[in-house]
């Protein structure tokens, strides 16, 4: 059993193509695990309490409650639209949820890890977390305004788990995946963990905590939340699921980066004093970017997943964001890379692939899809490759890298398309070959039969749509029981799965056109070196120009550079190693000549030299 969750969202903002990237992360690695015969749960939901949802609602007017039955159902909407498969749907407000959270609680407490005291301290309200002055930056937690807060509150003892937490990590070594990011949080516990303010009085949408006589406590958001991932696993409830999901499965818990420590620290140390076993790894993923800048409201660059389904389909969105992002690294979506994506991918490996060999298939053997002759030692080499990749694929796949698992795929469908230039299927059928064209045309259908299946957790629709014009009517769950293709199988219509974007790639060359460009020729003909400063004087009757005197590693010479303005102490210049253009025409200024250009940058009106490191000898040339 593999219980796979997604973070729960605030029901806050509108989703955007990072909040959808994890969900859609989740969903295909759901999908991969049914297709190769796992039996899976998996979880999405919101998280409806907290000061930031109060707030909201405030602002729009309406009750919190109205306000989070109006956002949540935007979130169902959505995950439909980019065909989430999830078999349950969490709203913290659910009762389900709310005793679940009330169990968790009594349990730590009743094993001596809340205590009662007073926070006093900064607290961030649009992340929902409590900040130490350490992490602030210009009064501000990661840009964000921060609040003081006292107020009495229950603490949860987290600074006893610090020791427990980095054995569990030694000892998991698939815990936290990718591995590199272990370092990171490995580094913040041994800063020294401080215990967690688990309650707040100050406003009142959450869960109401019954341990003591105190009142008028609702549970920290983070730690409500949290919980949503045992209310979903029927914790407390059910024990039979509970055991056959948690305690037997395999728990995946997929995060952004920025929410990793909530998952590998806090939640592991909660489950910890709960007596619950832990999940058995966390995926962080990296950011999402925009043509190269952080996506924010105030930049107007926020990218809506479903303006993007409707431009392109859910499949070609799904595909580009797995393709095209490397697990736990950051990611740049731009349009242009999507559309090189899509004709290059998918158009042509993909769909390519499949059309040539259904018209070929008709042009050679009519709708009929003959049986196999014998195979050769080119054939086998396939069926070789294909059995690699089925299994390279899974173990991708339980990683969760799916930009390798597609990889792989891909090395397939070009072998496949190498095939058809290999053995040319046209001579073939020219030269009366049948036998040997039977075997051809039998093992390019039976490729695409299997790479249906195998791309069907991303190209969702379009993996059923090949299967259709392969004329496969039966179509698998599991992937170990889809056999081989069945010979004498009548082909469906032809018709392209995935057309190319010719239009759109028009457009981007258009875009890539430049005003007043100069070609290659033109700029090599500039030759910039390496040059060091020997002397530097000022110009008399100048108050601009410096004069220099520089060492262009053959000879020396002397260029004059209005920059004087901008070095108060330009004697300091001298040793320095910087660039200069050496074949410029000399000139003569003030009555000085100048044999050279120095080169400079500008910044909000500051003009520097531009410093080569000491590693560079004199003379070098700038190469490009
Ligand atoms: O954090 N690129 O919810 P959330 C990639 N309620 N991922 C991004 C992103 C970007 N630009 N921006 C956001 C919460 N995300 C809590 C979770 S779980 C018990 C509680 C990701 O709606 C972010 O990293 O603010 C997180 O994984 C997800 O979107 C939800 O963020």
Known sequence: MKYITTPIYYPNAKAHIGTAYTTILCDTLARYERLYGQEVKFLTGTDEHGQKIQESAEKNKVTPQQWVDKMSKDFIDLWKALSISNDDFIRTTEQRHIDTVQKILQKVYDN????????????????????????LVDGKYMGKEVIEVSEPSYFFRL?????????????????????????ELIAFINQGLQDLSISRTSFNWGIPINLTEEKNHIVYVWFDALTNYLTGAKYGTDEEYFNHVWNNGDIYHFVGKDI?????????AMLMSAGIKLPDHIVAHGWWTVNGEKMSKSLGNVVDPIEEVEKYGVDAFRYFLLRESTLGQDADYSENQMVLRINADLANDLGNLLNRTLGMQKKYFGEVVKESGERTEIENGIYELYN?????????????????????????????????????PWNLFKENNLDRLRTVMYTLFDMIYKCSYLVSPVLIDSSKKMLNQLGVVDIKTNIYEIGDYVPNTKIGNASPIFPRIEKKEKEFDDELKIQDAINIDDFSKVK????????????????????????????????????????K????????????????????????????????????????????????????????
């Open 159 to 183: 600074s006893k788990y610090a020791d427990k937490l980095l054995k569990y990590y030694e000892e998991h070594d698939d815990f936290i995946i990718p591995k590199q990011r272990k370092n």
């Open 528 to 567: 910039i070196s390496v040059v060091e400063i020997l002397k530097v004087s000022e110009v008399e009757s100048s108050d601009r120009l410096l004069k220099f005197i520089v060492d262009t590693g053959k000879e020396k010479r002397q260029i004059l550079s209005g920059i004087k303005h901008y070095y």
């Open 388 to 424: 690699e990749v089925l299994k390279d694929v899974y173990s991708k796949v339980e990683e969760a890298n799916f930009s390798k698992a597609l990889e792989s795929i891909w090395k397939l469908i070009s072998r496949m398309n190498k095939y058809i230039d290999e053995t040319m």
């Open 569 to 624: 102490e330009p004697k300091k210049l001298v040793g320095k190693k910087v660039l200069a253009v050496l074949n410029l025409e000399p000139v003569k200024l003030v009555g000085n000549i100048s044999q050279g250009m120095l080169l400079t940058t500008e910044q909000k009106k500051n003009v520097r030299l531009i410093e080569i490191s000491d590693e560079v000898k004199v003379g070098a040339k700038v190469k490009w």
């Open 112 to 135: 001596g890890d809340i205590y009662l005291g007073e926070y006093k301290g900064k607290y961030c309200v649009s992340e929902e977390t409590f900040v130490t002055e350490s992490q």
């Open 260 to 268: 990793l420590r909530f998952h590998a620290i806090i939640w592991p």
